[in-house]
């Protein structure tokens, strides 16, 4: 096993790298793409306990073998906004990132596409997304939409991973589904391009918020938060009546109010932040609201899920608590 001697990276699959790579992984945001998995097979009738935990592993990991593809090509600006790094600092070095990344992502493409081959074109589809995220980072009317259909697309994976591709169109229920995933991961974009403008500025990201400054940014986080809000109402309501929600689905519809709520604030603290640095609560809470809101949507098609979507958001709260950098989301 090598240590970091000359500047040299760790040796691959040697414990230090691995524990390097799982921080570049960012473990307290797969909970993220683990959530979206979730939600898009628990519109799924019929679902065996078995191919649920494979397509939850598959969509839990591939946020971080995602996030660390595509943070090989933006060393640049992490290196001044988040050097704590293990990439940025140079103890592992692009080429095992990226072929780590590679190998990870296959991987999971091949859980999705086993039980729906159309998935192996929309895995491709989505790792070209995820390879060619920076170029479209640095375009202020791209970044949080680009990254937000690469999620949209895992949601529609684990969806037809149980279901095929006709039903897309034909499920309204599934499509506002689809449309929270979209502006709340959307919302987490450009509210996470809070802590970064000044890096951002520096090395040549013209993100909205570098473009428009922070009170237009505000604003517009502002209408995303409100829909994804609304899109997620909206599969609360599409096949219940405010009566039902309160008698039959109590639970449900006090998570989705506990998510709203967290929205709400998060939304109000983004027109309070004025630089980087004040920018990590207000980050957190558009997590928190995202993993919130998607909860409540999963328990809603699957009640007997509650009690383990509990687990997933206690389990979510402890990694980040433990995160390397207090102060980085």
Known sequence: METLINNQPYKTLSIDFVKDYIITMRPYLLFVSGVTGICGM??????????????????????????????????????????????????ISKTQVLSVSIIGLVLCISVFSFYNPINLLLGILSGVGLATYTYFKRKFWAGPFYNAWIVGVLFIMAYLCGSDLTSLTRNHKLVYGLSAVFWGYANFVLVGY???VEADRATGYNTFLVVFGRRLSSIASNIFGLMTILT??????????????????????????????????????????KKDDESSNAISLSVHAYILLLNSIIVLNKQEWLIPMIIFYTLFNLTMILRPAKNQI
Request: glycine share 4%.
């Open 42 to 91: 628990s519109f799924i009738s019929e679902l065996s306990v078995s191919k649920a935990i494979l397509i939850f592993l598959a969509s839990f990991l591939s946020y971080g073998f995602g996030q660390a593809l595509t943070d090989c090509f933006q060393t640049d600006t992490d290196s001044i906004s988040s050097p704590y790094r293990p990439l940025t600092q140079g103890r």
């Open 194 to 196: 809070f802590k970064d």
């Open 232 to 273: 997620a109402l909206s599969v609360f309501t599409y096949s219940n009546s405010l009566d039902q929600l309160i008698d039959d689905r109590s639970y449900e519809t006090i998570i989705l109010l506990i998510g709203s709520l967290v929205m709400f604030l998060c939304q109000v603290l983004v027109h309070f932040i």
